[in-house]
């Protein structure tokens, strides 16, 4: 509440106030800090550290690309990920292993850091690739990393798309009332449709084992699918829509996912900006698909081994991340792509449902439980079933259909005329009253990729 009724308007009103670009970009720098001080003001000083290093290094690489600075980045920041976000799990391992008998050190973990390290790393491999200039003004590589709208959860957000924009762009009015309402439209997604499926889900994966029978597997499994989409690209349409508000535009994140034939097609519609980029950066430098079938396969894996622990410091999701990539392999292997559409839709559908058991589940125990009660849980007991009768009230239902109907792309198929645009552009408001109703009334539940 307080980033719509007090942040956001503050920030709106003092960028409009100056034509300056350098001004405005100024105001925005100092906005974003306390942007991610708000949540996490111990760790604004490690990314102002991150992005001078950064920079230094592209500065480093003015004249010329040098390897040995590469290198540098590269294990500077892989280093950063791996303290705060993986040691624990190394420290784990070593202690099972019976190598050392070390405490856990349990760093809490900087929110947003994959996103904010991301974007630092591209910047400094594509100066080392000459793809872009290496930028001598700090204050212009902070403002592209640290600029509030795709700080903490994305998307990620290369230099070369904005690199103009930081410099030079127009604010039109139209382009604003259009972001206002994408950004409506996402906060509209998170917390009318997300945090509904969000309290069904905690329920039932907090939910005594013996009371989880077929139906609430199912129903488990079927709301963590639409939470995580609709909480992950409500984000991104809110980053877009503030983008546009103050000027930049920042490519989709998201293309309709749940149509999806195959799984490959899949990760071109999910979490577009991650899959770039690793793409960009790890598959295409491991040697892509240029190396023989065999090395192609090991690279698509390595990929998604990448994405699974990319995601967090958990067997989940390594194992979520390895379930992807087994099937992106048996596709080729099977040939399922040359399965009829309706065919293809249901076998991807229930491979990324299940998928997303394990992602949401806290332990491996847990997952491969809720996964076998969706296939054999055959419990009719009145306990079992007085669970799940609890749940289906009309609320849920009813973001049940909503989200089903947001998942297709019916509505980007509407011709937007100036009179629908009108009453789009007036239903925003509204939309931005109930959410504000809705979280004032309601329990918080944070963005799910804000801890990524």
Aim: aromatic share 16%; hydrophobic share 50%; charged share 15%.
């Amino acid at each position: 509440m307080v980033f719509l009724c007090v942040f956001l308007p503050a920030v709106f009103l003092l960028t409009r106030l100056t034509r300056s670009i350098k001004i405005q970009n100024a105001i925005l720098i100092v906005m974003s800090l306390l942007f991610y001080a708000y949540g996490e003001p111990r760790y604004v000083l490690l990314m102002l550290v991150s992005v001078f290093c950064n920079w230094g290094f592209g500065l480093l690489m003015k004249n010329e690309p040098k390897k040995w600075v590469m290198v540098l980045a590269v294990l500077l920041n892989i280093g950063l990920l791996f303290v705060f976000k993986y040691l624990d799990l190394a420290v784990a391992g070593l202690n099972a292993a019976g190598l050392v008998a070390l405490k856990q050190p349990h760093i809490p973990l900087p929110v947003g850091i994959s996103f904010f390290t991301f974007q630092a790393l591209s910047y400094v491999i594509d100066v080392y690739r000459r793809h872009v200039p290496s930028q001598t003004s700090f204050w212009r590589v902070l403002l592209y990393i640290s600029l509030f709208p795709q700080l903490i959860a994305g998307p990620i957000v290369k230099y070369h798309d904005v690199e103009r924009e930081i410099e030079q762009r127009t604010i039109k009015s139209r382009t604003t009332a259009l972001g206002f309402r994408r950004f409506s439209v996402g906060l509209a997604k998170k917390v009318l449709i997300s945090n509904t499926m969000a309290s069904t889900v905690d329920v039932l994966f907090a939910a005594d084992p013996s009371l989880i029978n077929m139906g609430s597997a199912w129903l488990a499994a079927i709301c963590y699918l639409f939470q995580i989409y609709f909480d992950f690209s409500g984000y991104s349409d809110m980053a877009i829509g503030l983008g546009e508000i103050f000027g930049f535009h920042f490519h989709e994140n998201f293309n309709y996912p749940y149509i999806s034939t195959s799984i490959q097609d899949f990760w071109r519609r999910w979490h577009i900006s991650l899959s770039t980029w690793f793409r960009e950066y790890l598959y295409i430098p491991l040697g892509g698909n240029r190396k023989g079938k065999a090395r192609t396969y090991l690279n698509k894996m390595i990929v998604f081994l990448a994405t699974g622990l990319w995601h967090g410091a958990n067997l989940t999701f390594v194992l979520w991340g390895v379930w992807h990539g087994f099937f992106i392999l048996a596709e080729d292997w099977l040939h399922l792509k040359k399965l009829p559409k309706w065919a293809g839709w249901i076998l991807t559908m229930l491979i990324v449902t299940v998928g997303f058991v394990m992602f949401r589940a806290d332990t491996v125990e847990q997952g491969l439980l809720m996964i076998s009660r969706m296939f054999t849980g055959v419990n009719f007991t009145r306990p079992a079933l007085a669970l799940l009768y609890s749940l289906l009230s009309p609320i849920l239902l009813t973001a049940l259909a909503a989200a089903a109907i947001g998942s297709t792309p019916i509505f980007k198929q509407i011709n937007w005329n100036k009179r629908l645009l009108g009453l789009s552009l007036a239903g925003s408001y509204g939309l931005i009253l109930i959410c504000g109703l809705a979280l004032s009334a309601g329990t918080y539940n944070p963005f799910i990729y804000f801890r990524f």
